[in-house]
Nanobody, 124 residues
Framework: QVQLVESGGGLVQAGGSLRLSCAAS????????MGWFRQAPGKEREFVAA????????NYADSVKGRFTIFRDNAKNTVYLQMNSLKPEDTAVYYC?????????????????WGQGTQVTVSS
């Protein structure tokens, strides 16, 4: 059974940083594309970032480019999202997701496995 468990969320002031982690189990982590999505109150869930199975390719939403970095440690079955220069509009529940693919998938509907999410709140 695939399990994805996010951690690292919290309350931070605008301009601050947080690092989210997503620990995976029940899958061969090193062959899965991993993605981060977020859902703000009253809004649809949206793509944030994704990383290829090897870590060599990444994709980011325009809204986070240059501020967020996705990376993974296949030895630890963990994917991370380093978030810098946080803004109040980054406030959301952040979810990690996994899909077996050779492409760096950005479409939410293609991801098959999801975590429960971790809350990130950025105060102004």
């Amino acid at each position: 059974q695939v399990q994805l468990v996010e951690s690292g969320g919290g309350l931070v002031q605008a301009g601050g940083s947080l690092r989210l982690s997503c620990a995976a189990s029940g899958l061969t982590f090193s062959i899965y594309v991993m993605g981060w999505f977020r859902q703000a109150p009253g809004k649809e869930r949206e793509f944030v970032a994704a990383i290829s199975w090897s870590g060599g390719r990444t994709n980011y939403a325009d809204s986070v480019k240059g501020r967020f970095t996705i990376f993974r440690d296949n030895a630890k079955n963990t994917v991370y999202l380093q978030m810098n220069s946080l803004k109040p509009e980054d406030t959301a529940v952040y979810y990690c997701a996994a899909v077996r693919s050779t492409a760096v998938v950005v479409a939410e509907t293609l991801y098959r496995n999801w975590g429960q999410g971790t809350q990130v709140t950025v105060s102004s």
